[in-house]
């Protein structure tokens, strides 16, 4: 193609707003300076405890001025892609490459059967040649419940991948699909062949949902397979050789759908585990995935999906393809993520589990500052960047030249049996893998760091948010579920930046400076728990000792004080709103804000110094993909679960009861006991009072967790005992 005919297959368009958010941060880093210099000047020269609070609660506003300047930096440069399909078919759709996807699961019972065939079969019928497309599943939980689930998908997608192309089925789970969508009712044909593949699809999933709940595969069905077979000699899913069996061999012309079209390569998986040998978590599952895989099909693009994050866009594959193929730019790209989007999110989301503002504005600025993270799912990468292979600008890929070398001879029961030893738990020694190739070993959060290693190694990435979400998941329906997942996150961050590959030592002149900033605000998630922990506490015990740490109302030193809370919060509160949240929902933000930064973050800082003293090893948490009736119908109606004891738990509550203890003790010290003024009462610590009072209206759902619920999801009374005694015990040494 001539240079001056070059149309590009996607174009990168600056966001709107960024003025008014430029604007926005002057005036609040204005209003900054200005507390700085009252806490400079205003610096208690008499009482010991004064003097203490004064500074810790000075230092935690100069970190938390910090920390916003980093979000800030990540956010500055916002950008928005959108790709041109139609150029992709005109000039590729014969030489469209082959798309690898990886789909993992560790566990048969937090991670049901029924659950990851939906999000297979959705994938196998991508709008994409079926040809080129090949799913593979890595069950770490070695379950032949997985396996005969992955047979059943096998035989229904030969009905299910004409379906969706007849009826242009959207989204393409069929559980998704069918509890969602409306029948033909117009066309009596067309309804009649509707119920038929429902009706197919509902007797399926009966068959699974029976032979879970009876825990072993019948003798009838163990003779439908030979791969049955390899469970006769698994000691335990710890303990088992390497599983792969091909399920649907793609090359094969026999391996056709009811209308004759070619049908995907499927692939099961269970790597070997052998208890002496360390398997990594999901980086070792995703790396002997990626080694199988270049002997059966090796597709120059690998996709992985966790099992739970169906395709919600059928396009996706093409999508990606446009930055990939262009001629322009597209060699320069290792991997184009996708955000994370959850289906089963409530309209107020009451977990804050959206991350709404992130992936919809922080990651399209981190993009603009040179490519978004890599967040573990939802993502296409190049294969030989994935292997460790460094950018070269002058290297132009000729995608015909690809697809020819990607083919491959042998059968499929060859490639079944030579391919095992790829996926042994000995294969990795004295190997780079872990390390220089595939996904690195040895943090929680596998996806970030391997992601930053690519991007060292000269690739761009690329974030892409099509209107269509291109994946939808499920979200944690209980609060201990929330909190457990973003404690390992913010321990797996705070672990990359105290290690060699904290971003801005080992990104220093490898990538941008604005993209190493981008990282931080991530890293630093954990680092926050110490700051928030000393103002939902201190000010509201230093209230109860009379204590004044702000300026007064009659002071003119209010007026930043006011002007930060007040403009940072409804700054917030706009974008969120017109990113299409509710106003409860980002009351709920700020709760769950606080809940996440004085637990989970707390535990995730104080594991992560444990680890780097050796006092503690790292454990991988599943988080469970169902519930219990009772839990699933308080999360619809939008009712916050407890339940279970838990440490995270007993410090929300301690918190909790401490403000109002302050607040009322405070009240009756101030106006009842002493009979002061109210007037004067309110000019001295009518900040404090005010803050005081949102972090008891913050914490009205654990009041009534503590004292007023009956249901199974409330706080357990040992939990309110713990947590009574140690608040009124802070509060009696802060009076006395």
């Given at each position: 193609m001539?240079?001056?005919?070059?149309?590009?297959l996607?174009?990168?368009?600056?966001?709107k707003?960024?003025?008014?958010?430029?604007?926005?941060?002057?005036?609040?880093f204005?209003?900054?300076?200005f507390i700085?210099?009252?806490?400079?000047?205003?610096?208690?020269?008499?009482?010991?405890?004064?003097?203490?609070?004064?500074?810790?609660?000075?230092?935690?506003?100069?970190?938390?001025?910090?920390?916003?300047?980093?979000?800030?930096?990540?956010?500055?440069?916002?950008?928005?892609?959108r790709?041109?399909?139609?150029?992709?078919?005109?000039?590729?759709?014969?030489?469209?490459?082959?798309?690898?996807?990886?789909?993992c699961?560790a566990?048969p019972t937090?991670?049901p059967?029924?659950?990851?065939i939906?999000?297979?079969?959705?994938?196998?019928?991508?709008?994409?040649?079926?040809?080129?497309?090949?799913?593979?599943?890595?069950?770490?939980?070695?379950?032949?419940?997985?396996?005969?689930?992955?047979?059943?998908a096998?035989?229904?997608?030969?009905?299910?991948?004409p379906f969706?192309?007849k009826?242009?089925?959207?989204?393409?789970?069929p559980a998704?699909?069918?509890g969602s969508?409306?029948?033909?009712?117009?066309?009596?044909?067309?309804?009649?062949e509707?119920?038929c593949?429902?009706?197919?699809?509902e007797?399926?999933?009966?068959?699974?949902h029976?032979?879970?709940?009876?825990g072993?595969i019948?003798?009838?069905?163990r003779?439908?397979?030979?791969?049955?077979?390899?469970?006769d000699?698994?000691?335990?899913?710890?303990?088992?050789?390497t599983?792969?069996?091909?399920?649907?061999?793609?090359?094969?012309?026999?391996?056709?759908?009811i209308?004759g079209?070619?049908?995907?390569?499927?692939v099961?998986?269970s790597?070997?585990?052998?208890p002496q040998?360390?398997?990594?978590?999901?980086?070792?599952?995703?790396?002997?995935?990626?080694?199988?895989?270049?002997?059966?099909?090796?597709?120059?693009?690998?996709?992985?999906?966790?099992?739970d994050?169906?395709?919600?866009?059928?396009e996706?594959?093409?999508?990606?393809?446009?930055?990939?193929?262009?001629?322009?730019?597209?060699?320069?790209?290792?991997?184009?993520?996708?955000?994370q989007?959850?289906?089963n999110?409530?309209?107020?989301?009451?977990y804050?589990?959206?991350f709404?503002?992130?992936q919809?504005l922080?990651?399209?600025?981190?993009?603009?500052?040179?490519?978004?993270?890599?967040?573990?799912?939802?993502?296409?990468h190049?294969?030989?960047?994935?292997?460790?292979?460094?950018?070269n600008?002058?290297?132009?890929?000729?995608?015909e030249?690809?697809?020819?070398k990607t083919?491959?001879?042998?059968?499929?029961?060859v490639?079944?049996?030579?391919?095992?030893?790829?996926a042994?738990?000995?294969?990795?020694?004295?190997?780079?893998?872990?390390?220089?190739?595939?996904?690195?070993?040895?943090?929680?959060?596998?996806?970030?760091?391997?992601?930053?290693?690519?991007?060292?190694?000269?690739?761009?990435s690329?974030?892409?948010?099509?209107?269509?979400?291109?994946?939808?998941?499920?979200?944690?329906?209980?609060?201990?579920?929330s909190?457990?997942q973003?404690?390992?996150?913010?321990?797996g961050?705070?672990?990359?930046?105290?290690?060699?590959?904290?971003?801005l030592?080992?990104?220093?002149?490898?990538?941008?400076?604005?993209l190493?900033?981008?990282?931080?605000?991530?890293?630093?998630?954990?680092?926050?728990?110490?700051?928030?922990?000393?103002?939902v506490?201190?000010?509201s015990?230093?209230?109860?000792?009379?204590?004044?740490?702000?300026?007064?109302?009659?002071?003119?030193?209010?007026?930043?004080?006011?002007?930060?809370?007040?403009?940072?919060r409804?700054y917030?509160?706009?974008?969120?709103?017109?990113?299409?949240?509710?106003?409860?929902?980002?009351?709920?933000?700020?709760?769950?804000?606080?809940?996440?930064?004085?637990?989970?973050?707390?535990?995730?800082?104080?594991?992560t110094?444990?680890?780097?003293f050796?006092?503690?090893?790292?454990?991988f948490?599943?988080?469970?993909?169902?519930?219990?009736e009772?839990?699933?119908?308080?999360?619809?109606?939008?009712?916050?679960?407890?339940g279970?004891?838990?440490?995270?738990?007993?410090?929300?509550?301690?918190?909790?009861?401490?403000?109002?203890?302050?607040?009322?003790?405070?009240?009756?010290k101030?106006?009842?006991?002493?009979d002061?003024?109210?007037?004067?009462?309110?000019?001295?610590?009518?900040?404090?009072?005010l803050?005081?009072c949102?972090l008891v209206?913050?914490?009205?759902?654990?009041?009534?967790?503590?004292?007023?619920?009956?249901?199974?999801?409330?706080?357990?009374?040992?939990?309110?005992?713990?947590?009574?005694?140690?608040?009124?015990?802070?509060?009696?040494?802060?009076?006395?």
């Amino acid at each position: 193609m001539e240079k001056h005919d070059y149309l590009p297959l996607f174009e990168t368009t600056p966001m709107k707003g960024r003025l008014l958010f430029r604007l926005y941060t002057a005036s609040v880093f204005l209003g900054i300076s200005f507390i700085c210099a009252f806490r400079v000047s205003h610096f208690p020269t008499e009482g010991k405890v004064e003097r203490w609070g004064w500074m810790g609660l000075f230092v935690a506003e100069l970190w938390f001025s910090f920390y916003g300047f980093l979000t800030i930096v990540a956010r500055w440069n916002p950008v928005s892609r959108r790709t041109f399909k139609d150029r992709l078919s005109q000039r590729y759709e014969k030489n469209l490459p082959g798309v690898d996807i990886f789909i993992c699961t560790a566990d048969p019972t937090a991670e049901p059967p029924s659950l990851v065939i939906n999000t297979a079969l959705s994938l196998m019928a991508y709008d994409y040649p079926p040809k080129k497309l090949n799913i593979y599943l890595s069950d770490d939980g070695g379950s032949e419940l997985t396996f005969y689930a992955m047979l059943e998908a096998s035989r229904f997608c030969k009905i299910w991948l004409p379906f969706c192309r007849k009826f242009k089925v959207e989204p393409r789970s069929p559980a998704a699909y069918f509890g969602s969508a409306v029948e033909p009712l117009d066309d009596p044909l067309n309804l009649k062949e509707w119920l038929c593949v429902k009706e197919s699809f509902e007797d399926m999933m009966m068959r699974i949902h029976t032979t879970t709940k009876l825990g072993k595969i019948s003798k009838d069905i163990r003779k439908q397979h030979k791969g049955f077979r390899e469970w006769d000699v698994v000691s335990s899913r710890r303990d088992h050789q390497t599983i792969l069996q091909i399920l649907i061999d793609g090359r094969d012309p026999g391996a056709v759908d009811i209308e004759g079209e070619h049908l995907p390569t499927l692939v099961y998986l269970s790597r070997e585990k052998k208890p002496q040998y360390h398997h990594n978590f999901k980086a070792g599952a995703v790396n002997a995935l990626i080694r199988v895989s270049s002997k059966i099909s090796n597709s120059p693009i690998i996709m992985n999906v966790d099992c739970d994050m169906y395709s919600n866009n059928s396009e996706c594959v093409r999508d990606t393809m446009c930055f990939f193929m262009d001629e322009e730019k597209g060699h320069e790209i290792a991997y184009v993520q996708y955000p994370q989007h959850f289906h089963n999110l409530k309209k107020n989301d009451i977990y804050a589990s959206s991350f709404l503002v992130e992936q919809e504005l922080e990651l399209l600025g981190v993009d603009g500052n040179g490519g978004p993270c890599y967040l573990g799912t939802g993502c296409f990468h190049r294969r030989d960047a994935l292997c460790g292979k460094k950018y070269n600008k002058e290297l132009k890929i000729n995608w015909e030249e690809v697809n020819d070398k990607t083919k491959i001879e042998e059968s499929a029961i060859v490639l079944e049996d030579t391919c095992k030893v790829l996926a042994s738990c000995t294969y990795e020694q004295n190997k780079q893998w872990g390390k220089e190739m595939g996904l690195k070993y040895g943090f929680p959060v596998e996806d970030i760091i391997t992601g930053l290693s690519i991007q060292c190694k000269g690739w761009r990435s690329v974030y892409t948010n099509p209107e269509r979400k291109g994946f939808a998941g499920l979200g944690p329906t209980t609060l201990l579920q929330s909190l457990i997942q973003q404690k390992r996150w913010s321990e797996g961050h705070f672990q990359i930046f105290l290690s060699k590959y904290c971003p801005l030592l080992y990104g220093h002149k490898k990538i941008p400076l604005k993209l190493q900033l981008s990282y931080c605000p991530y890293n630093m998630w954990a680092a926050n728990s110490l700051p928030t922990l000393y103002i939902v506490a201190v000010p509201s015990l230093c209230l109860l000792r009379g204590i004044s740490m702000f300026p007064k109302i009659s002071s003119p030193w209010v007026i930043p004080f006011v002007y930060v809370a007040f403009v940072h919060r409804a700054y917030s509160l706009g974008e969120f709103l017109w990113l299409g949240g509710t106003l409860k929902g980002w009351c709920n933000l700020q709760r769950i804000w606080v809940f996440r930064r004085t637990t989970c973050y707390l535990f995730g800082f104080f594991d992560t110094i444990l680890k780097l003293f050796g006092f503690s090893k790292q454990v991988f948490a599943l988080t469970d993909k169902v519930a219990d009736e009772d839990v699933s119908e308080r999360y619809e109606q939008e009712v916050m679960e407890f339940g279970a004891s838990s440490p995270m738990f007993s410090i929300i509550a301690t918190l909790a009861l401490l403000n109002l203890f302050c607040l009322v003790g405070s009240t009756l010290k101030k106006v009842i006991v002493k009979d002061t003024n109210m007037v004067e009462v309110l000019d001295q610590f009518g900040l404090q009072i005010l803050g005081c009072c949102l972090l008891v209206m913050i914490n009205l759902p654990i009041y009534q967790a503590l004292f007023f619920r009956r249901d199974n999801g409330r706080l357990p009374p040992s939990t309110t005992y713990q947590s009574m005694i140690v608040a009124l015990l802070a509060c009696a040494i802060a009076i006395y």
